[in-house]
C-alpha cells in the first residue's frame, strides 16, 4: 500500500482509500475474466443469453426446463431472475453481452442504470410476506437466525436501532424501495474511503492519523476481514501480483 502511494514508511488515509479502490478493481475484472471464459463457450467475443443460461444451468428443451431436478421451482424463479437482470444489462437489446455488459451483470451494484434492478432483488429477497415493503423482522432475519433456547445477541438490537434510526427514513416502521435503495446504495457514497476511515480509525494506536506496519500486523484480524486484501485472499497471492 505505501510503495503505491509515497513510500514513506507509512500508510496515510489516502493511501488506503486508493488501495482499497484498486484491489475492489482488480476484484471485479479477475471475476470477469474468469465469468467470461464460462461463458463465451463459442468464442466469438461476446456472450449471448442462451450461452450463460446454459452454461449456469444447463441444456434444456424448452418446456423441459428443470424436469430432472427436485427443486424445479427455485431454479426456475432463478432463472428468471437472471434473465432479467441479463436484459437490464444488455442495454442495446440484441441479447448478447460485451465485456461491458456482463461486467453490470456481474456487478449490478457498479453501474447506475443497474440501480433499480438491484433494489428490486434485495426487496425480492427481504420481503417475505410480500407486503412490498421490508419489516424491522425481514430485516434482521436477513442477517440473524435465532436459535431455539439461545439468548440474542446485543448487536441484533443495534441493528434493530440502526433500522430505526438510519434505514427507515420516513419513520413509517419499514423500509419501501426508495429506503432500501438508499441503504443497499448510498447516494454519493465513496466506499473505498469510508473503508479506509473504519481500518484507520480501529488501528491507528498511537492516533497520528497514518499507519505504520506494526499496526496493520497489530490488527491483522480487522484487515483479512477487509477489502483492503480483498478479504484475505491478497494474503495467499504472489507478492509481485500486488
Known sequence: MDRAGDGDGWVSLAELRAWIAHTQ??????????????????HDGRVGWEELRNATYGHYAPGQEFH?????ETYKKMLARDERRF????????????REELTAFLHPEEFPHMRDIVVAETMEDLDKNKDGYVQVEEYIAD???????????????????????FRDLNKDGRLD?????????????????????????ESDTDKDGRLSKAEILGNWNMFVGSQAT???????????EL
Do not use: K
Open 87 to 98: 436484459r437490464v444489462a444488455d442495454q442495446d437489446g440484441d441479447s448478447m453481452a460485451t
Open 25 to 42: 478493481q482488480r476484484h471485479i475484472q479477475d471475476s470477469v475474466s474468469a465469468a467470461w471464459d464460462t461463458y463465451d463457450t463459442d
Open 230 to 240: 480483498n478479504y484475505g485472499e491478497d494474503l495467499t497471492r504472489h507478492h509481485d
Open 68 to 72: 430432472d431436478v427436485e427443486d424445479a
Open 143 to 165: 442477517l440473524y437466525s435465532e436459535e431455539a433456547g439461545e439468548e440474542e445477541p446485543a448487536w441484533v438490537e443495534t441493528e434493530r436501532q440502526q433500522f430505526r434510526d
Open 177 to 201: 424501495g426508495s429506503e432500501v435503495g438508499h441503504w443497499v446504495l448510498p447516494p454519493s457514497q465513496d466506499q473505498p474511503l469510508v473503508e479506509a476511515n473504519h481500518l484507520l480509525h
